[in-house]
């Protein structure tokens, strides 16, 4: 009875059938897993657990058992005790699927997907129809990035059971393949299986965005927040495109939002000081603290003088490898690298990014005084490369590597070795300068990479350069900050908000060209057009 109960989705009704049962019976392996399931049902896997190991310990040649104990334990957290069971099951029990599928998921929640593949791959030879063992491989796969196959994977797991979570992470890994209409398509399914599903609601709006259709996703994210008005990471999103189009105003005061998200939650410092909103700072001390990449730092370091203008004693606090650059930026600044010295009280404080709100800019506002920084005494000395005769080109190709969208924006650095006309100077950093190896090697490209220990010694190689040309990476913000002409290659039709959207320039920096793929994932055409310019500009 209480199967029946468990099937009808009535768990606490299956709980207390079962549980009868078991007084009835108590050395009868079966009660223990009927129970186990019942109070697995209702999310009480402690108590689940402690049934299906007497049932193991009342039969230790019963498979079942294992298998529920296995996924019992996946399900709270316990993932290597899953896997030690679902092993004995398959011991028991080779020719069990869903053992395989226990195996599997606790690898996949061990950050082994690859051998989680193996294991879902052999649950699906033994059960082609097993839905979970398909749609388990395919987040294997899209936790290894191999999207191709996860899509693959998620339309045969879709073919047996059709389900939001599966369209959703589907949506997701063609999103990653740069698929949008596609996406937008499977993301559109997800939301008529939940309607409620703010996920869904948040990645479409993501995807759209990717996609240059920022109406469509405005108009996403605004019907979500009718149904979720404080839903952070949908204003967070929403800032994002009111951003991209120079919607300013609305834009940064969305984007206030972020530290609600659970993102940017991790981050929320605590401060023994007030929060700076804008009001008159004149006689106080204020903390402008750091948040984010060393791109943003870079690019809104500029309003910190406008700070010491109002009367503040500023203390800036920045990552390490920026402090050395950042103290060219105006003398009135104190600059402290995060872990150099104890941040001193203050009278107010401030988020680096916070900082375009609090001043009230607009498109028409944004201070581009240029430059706002110099290379600094005892950088680096690069006079080697000034010496040398012809257009001197500095490239990135990549950046942080620890950001989701860094394959895309990435651009091959043979890409970039084809240009003609220039000598080419490698400004890569990490292990992405690997990539150029043999071309380094051959001459193709001069690899200042080892000599760069910080931004300071960056700046003091740019300043030599005639051109740097990066993807969108903190170089292209260090660059635009100098005055240098760059040029930067754009991945999509929107990137980065403050690249915005449809223009080739950029109000933060004069000195910037942009250059956009006109297809996802296309770099072709971008490295055309730099060709072309390079020789125009070769002649200037």
């Known amino acids: 009875m209480s199967v029946l109960a468990l099937a009808a989705g009535d768990g606490q009704t299956a709980a207390s059938l079962a549980a009868t049962a078991m007084e009835q019976q108590p050395e009868w392996f079966l009660s223990y897993i009927n129970l186990g399931n019942a109070l697995q049902s209702l999310r009480r896997f402690p108590e689940a657990i402690d049934c299906f190991q007497k049932a193991v310990t009342l039969n230790p040649r019963s498979a079942e058992a294992y298998v529920n104990l296995s996924g019992a334990l996946n399900l709270d957290g316990k993932h290597g005790e899953a896997a030690d069971m679902a092993v004995q099951a398959?011991?028991?029990?080779?020719?069990?699927?869903?053992?395989?599928?226990?195996?599997g998921n606790a690898l996949l929640a061990l950050d082994s997907p690859g051998e989680?593949?193996?294991?879902?791959?052999?649950?699906?030879r033994l059960e082609p129809?097993?839905?979970?063992?398909?749609?388990?491989?395919?987040?294997?796969?899209?936790?290894?990035?191999?999207?191709?196959a996860a899509v693959e994977n998620y339309h045969r797991a879709i073919a047996?059971?059709?389900?939001?979570?599966?369209?959703?992470?589907?949506?997701?890994?063609?999103?990653?393949?740069?698929?949008?209409?596609?996406?937008?398509?499977?993301?559109?399914?997800?939301?008529?299986?939940?309607?409620?599903?703010?996920?869904?609601?948040?990645?479409?709006?993501?995807?759209?965005?990717?996609?240059?259709?920022?109406?469509?996703?405005?108009?996403?994210?605004?019907?979500?927040?009718?149904?979720?008005?404080?839903?952070?990471?949908l204003h967070w999103n929403l800032a994002l495109v009111l951003l991209t189009r120079g919607e300013y105003a609305e834009g940064w005061r969305e984007y206030e939002w972020r530290w609600r998200t659970p993102h940017f939650a991790r981050f929320v410092r605590e401060f023994?000081?007030?929060p700076w909103r804008g009001e008159p700072l004149d006689g106080l001390s204020l903390l402008v603290h750091a948040e984010q990449g060393f791109g943003d730092a870079l690019e809104m370091c500029r309003y910190v003088p406008l700070l010491a203008?109002?009367?503040?004693?500023?203390?800036?606090?920045?990552?390490?490898?920026?402090?050395?650059?950042?103290?060219?930026?105006?003398?009135?600044?104190?600059?402290?690298?995060?872990?150099?010295?104890?941040?001193?009280?203050?009278?107010?404080h401030v988020a680096l990014m916070s900082l375009p709100h609090q001043f009230g800019t607009t498109l028409d506002t944004v201070p581009a005084t240029i430059p706002y920084l110099r290379v600094p005494e005892g950088a680096a000395d690069f006079s080697d490369v000034a010496a040398l005769a012809g257009v001197k080109v500095g490239v990135v190709w990549s950046g942080s590597a620890t950001r989701r969208d860094n394959r895309s924006r990435s651009v091959a650095p043979h890409d970039l070795a084809g240009l003609a006309g220039?000598?080419?100077?490698?400004?890569?950093?990490?292990?992405?300068a690997a990539l150029a190896s043999d071309l380094f090697d051959h001459g193709r490209m001069v690899d200042l990479g080892p000599r760069l220990s910080d931004f300071a010694d960056t700046a003091a190689a740019i300043a030599v350069l005639?051109?740097?040309?990066?993807?969108?990476?903190?170089?292209?913000?260090?660059?635009?900050?100098?005055?240098?002409?760059?040029?930067?290659?754009?991945?999509?039709?929107?990137?980065?908000?403050?690249?915005?959207?449809?223009?080739?320039?950029?109000?933060?920096?004069?000195?910037?060209?942009?250059?956009?793929?006109?297809?996802?994932?296309?770099?072709?055409?971008?490295?055309?057009?730099?060709?072309?310019?390079?020789?125009?500009?070769?002649?200037?």
């Open 116 to 124: 989680a593949v193996e294991a879902y791959v052999k649950a699906t």
């Open 309 to 348: 203008d109002r009367g503040a004693a500023v203390i800036m606090e920045c990552r390490k490898g920026l402090g050395r650059l950042l103290r060219t930026l105006d003398p009135r600044i104190t600059v402290i690298e995060s872990g150099e010295a104890p941040l001193p009280a203050c009278d107010r």
């Open 422 to 432: 220039c000598r080419l100077f490698s400004l890569q950093k990490g292990d992405a």
């Open 160 to 233: 047996l059971s059709d389900s939001a979570v599966r369209q959703f992470n589907l949506a997701n890994s063609l999103s990653a393949l740069l698929r949008f209409d596609e996406a937008e398509a499977a993301y559109g399914r997800a939301l008529a299986h939940d309607p409620g599903y703010g996920d869904a609601f948040i990645n479409l709006a993501a995807a759209q965005r990717d996609a240059g259709r920022l109406d469509r996703a405005e108009a996403t994210l605004r019907r979500a927040l009718e149904r979720a008005p404080d839903e952070p990471d």
């Open 466 to 540: 005639d051109l740097v040309i990066t993807a969108d990476t903190a170089v292209a913000h260090l660059a635009g900050a100098l005055g240098k002409p760059v040029w930067i290659v754009l991945a999509n039709p929107t990137s980065a908000f403050l690249w915005m959207a449809g223009r080739s320039d950029s109000p933060w920096y004069p000195s910037a060209r942009l250059f956009r793929q006109a297809r996802p994932g296309d770099w072709s055409g971008v490295v055309t057009e730099l060709g072309q310019a390079l020789a125009s500009f070769a002649l200037l």
């Open 272 to 274: 023994s000081s007030t």
């Open 129 to 148: 129809d097993n839905g979970l063992a398909w749609f388990n491989m395919a987040n294997a796969y899209a936790e290894m990035d191999v999207h191709e």
């Open 90 to 103: 398959i011991l028991i029990s080779p020719e069990m699927a869903d053992a395989h599928v226990n195996f």
